[in-house]
């Protein structure tokens, strides 16, 4: 179904975007319109990680609380929240 998560072994993957009878299109979670759910490792921060328009397959975490005091080497992950 559209929105639904794609994940592997290794984890998220994207979003299906379009379902047809046979075939799914899936939009890649380093797409800079697949927008996702994200909090902080050890830490109450919430953000949205996105891709970037350039295509380096990184993500960038966005709308984070001015307030998010971050550390070096924190990890980010999905929020599974919708």
């Known amino acids: 179904a559209p929105d ?3 994940i592997t072994e290794s984890g998220l993957v994207g979003k299906i975007s379009v379902v047809t009878p046979t075939l799914s299109t899936v939009i890649l979670i ?4 697949c927008n ?5 490792q050890g830490t109450s921060d919430q953000g ?3 891709g970037l ?16 005091n971050l550390q070096a080497g924190q990890k980010v992950y999905t929020a599974g929240v919708s």
């Open 48 to 50: 949205i990680c996105s």
């Open 4 to 6: 639904m998560p794609v």
């Open 53 to 68: 328009r350039i295509p380096t397959g990184e993500l960038q975490l966005g709308f984070l609380n001015k307030l998010a």
């Open 30 to 33: 380093t797409d800079e319109n």
């Open 36 to 40: 996702v759910a994200s909090k902080v």
